[in-house]
């Protein structure tokens, strides 16, 4: 089974300042990653994903993520935040073709005004 | 679209109590799945269905039990609740299989045994 790292717990970061989440997985041979985010007493949201093709991917609301396969990582960030992307971070990995998600446990980013 | 509905939001039971977590969605999707999130942890599975009467165990199945007669609703079945069952519980739903789309979650279920 894929195992998720995120190793940074609490994030807190000034606004407009840049921020990086990092998210690391256990190797495999073909994966599939996303980052999920949580808003206050919401449900989680799909933010990015990577199935395939180019390694840097990106959201409508400014997030980007790179898929490194030689480090293993997925790392997520964004060059200026704002107040509102203030929430919690989940990274995620799957198997190809699997029916289970594997989360990590979560990063927590306040944006400080 | 209401995406995917969730009842009740909050629930305590007492030890041994059972109850039925309810998910409904009506966006047609085939699949769907609960989750439980503990504080400080990430989601685990706990049961997924891949269509109308066809569930499967994930991660942590033990002290559940589900059934999806329909296509909409995928009820989660609390026998006898445990303290180690106190958790926020999501219902989630994709078109096809997850590692390829996107899951819509349900807005949660946060669950206290005493």
């Given at each position: ?5 995120q ?24 994966v ?20 395939s093709?180019?390694t ?12 490194n ?11 200026s ?33 | ?10 629930r ?25 999130q503990?504080p ?5 599975l ?60 349900g ?8």
């Amino acid at each position: 089974a894929q195992s998720v790292t995120q190793l940074d717990s609490q994030v807190p970061v000034f606004e407009e300042a840049p921020v990086e989440l990092r998210c690391n997985y256990s190797s495999s041979v073909s994966v599939y990653l996303f980052w999920y985010v949580q808003y206050p007493n919401q449900g989680l949201q799909l933010l990015l994903k990577y199935l395939s093709g180019s390694t840097l991917v990106e959201s409508i609301n400014g997030f980007e993520a790179e898929f490194n396969k030689s480090q293993t990582s997925f790392h997520l960030r964004k060059p200026s935040v704002h107040i509102s992307d203030t929430a919690e971070y989940f990274c995620a990995v799957s198997d190809a073709g699997a029916n289970n998600l594997f989360f990590g446990t979560g990063t927590r980013l306040t944006v400080i005004p | 679209n209401a995406g995917v509905t969730q009842t009740p939001k909050f629930r305590i039971l007492k030890i041994g109590q059972s109850m039925t977590l309810q998910c409904t969605q009506d966006m047609n999707h085939n699949y769907m799945y609960w989750y439980r999130q503990d504080p400080g942890m990430g989601l685990k599975l706990i049961y997924y269905s891949v269509g109308a009467g066809i569930t499967d165990k994930g991660e942590v199945p033990n002290g559940y039990n589900v059934s999806r007669s329909t296509t909409e609703d995928f009820p989660l079945r609390l026998e006898l609740a445990a303290p180690s069952q106190t958790s926020v519980y999501f219902c989630a739903s994709s078109v096809q299989q997850v590692s390829s789309y996107e899951q819509y979650f349900g807005p949660g279920t946060r669950l206290t045994v005493t």
